[in-house]
């Protein structure tokens, strides 16, 4: 059975920092890029930040130079370090599992909640 088990969100202060995991069973992680979404209350879920199956990464615009995507394949684990926190980064995020097989559809977890808020 696939699962795809996010944590680490919470209340946090403008400037603070979280660092999200997000655990996976029951397919063959390592072969499989992982992307961060988000979606805030009333919008469409955007990508965060994505990580390919060697480790290659890339960012949306408003998250450059302040969230880190990575990756443990020992752990079937990626992680999101998010630094330098702001409000408009609130939001409920997913991790998604694309797999390299086109034809197979990608999973995707249940989310957990980032509130940035004094």
């Known amino acids: 059975q696939v699962q795809l088990v996010e944590s680490g969100g919470g209340l946090v202060q403008p400037g603070g920092s979280l660092r999200l995991s997000c655990v996976a069973s029951?397919?063959?992680?390592?072969?499989?890029?992982m992307t961060w979404y988000r979606q805030a209350p009333g919008k469409k879920r955007d990508l965060v930040a994505s990580?390919?199956?060697?480790?290659?990464?890339n960012y949306a615009d408003s998250v450059k130079g302040r969230f880190t995507i990575s990756r443990d394949n020992a752990k079937n684990t990626v992680y999101l370090q998010m630094n330098s926190l702001k409000s408009e980064d609130t939001a409920v995020y997913y991790c998604?599992?694309?797999?390299?097989?086109?034809?197979?559809?990608?999973?995707w977890g249940q989310g957990t909640q980032v509130t940035v808020s004094s």
């Open positions: 998604y599992a694309k797999s390299p097989n086109i034809v197979v559809p990608g999973y």
């Open positions: 029951g397919f063959t992680f390592s072969s499989y890029a």
């Open positions: 990580i390919t199956s060697s480790s290659s990464t």
